[in-house]
Structure formats: C-alpha cells, structure tokens
C-alpha cells in the first residue's frame, strides 16, 4: 500500500462466534466462566467480558449453525487465564470437557474446549514465561 492509504493494526475489536441458540450459547459459556457484558436478544447477540478490557466474545445467533461434535478443523480463540490446569478441572466440574489432555506450550500450559457449535477456545497461562504475560 501506498503511504497515504496505510493503516496500522491497533488491536482486537470483538471476536464473533456463531452459535445456534443465544440463550443455550450464554448459559455454557457462564458454566465456563465468562461474565455477561451484555445481552441483546431482538438481535440475537450478547457479547461475553474477557478480563477488564473491553472488547470481548460477541456471541451471534445464526438459524443455520448446526451442533458439531470434535474433532474438526476450526479456527481457534486462546485466553490468557493465570493457570490453564486449574481452569481444566474447573470446567470438567462445570460439565465442560476438554477436546484433549491439557498439554504445554512454550509459554506454559494450554486446555481447548468446544461450545455446542463447533467453536473452539483455549485457555492458556504463561507460567513458563510470566514475564510475557498480562499479570508480570
């Protein structure tokens, strides 16, 4: 790009994820730990809190989004939580299973985990690194 049409990459807006039911949606991702930031459902959204910042997981209401079971190819949405074992045995006591085994990665440790539809998040610390991450 030219000069003049450069733009520079401030950071993340909201992630969207698609899901089939808002109000299913909204209740499995409390049991994994998420606040509600808001809940919109003429429009089918509600946008799910990650940490104080503000933008957040918009959860978006789609007639077609059908239920998967893993494994798949999916996209990934990894979070950065202060212990990724503890959040592991946290959500298999909500009912939440991990697609796998948690297991490490360069940083520290990392559990995936599937909402009804297919989308996948992660959980990840930096217990390997703590300078890298947010709490340092």
Excluded at 8 to 30: C, H, I, R, T
Excluded at 33 to 62: H, M, N, S, W, Y
Excluded at 105 to 114: I, Q
Aim: hydrophobic share 45%; aromatic share 12%; no cysteine.
């Amino acid at each position: 790009m030219a000069d003049d049409e450069s733009y520079e990459l401030l950071g993340f807006d909201n992630v969207l994820l698609p899901v089939g039911d808002l109000g299913q949606a909204v209740g499995f991702y409390e049991r994994a730990g998420f606040t509600v930031g808001f809940r919109f459902d003429e429009a089918g959204i509600a946008l799910l809190k990650v940490g104080a910042e503000t933008p957040g997981i918009l959860l978006q209401a789609e007639e077609a989004v059908g239920r998967r079971t893993p494994p798949w190819p999916s996209p990934r949405v990894w979070l950065e939580v202060p212990d990724a074992r503890a959040a592991a045995r946290e959500l298999a006591a909500a009912g939440i299973p991990p697609l796998d085994e948690v297991f490490q990665v360069a940083t520290g440790w990392t559990v995936e985990f599937a909402d009804p539809w297919g989308n996948v998040l992660g959980f990840t610390d930096y217990t390997k690194r703590p300078e890298l991450g947010r709490r340092s």
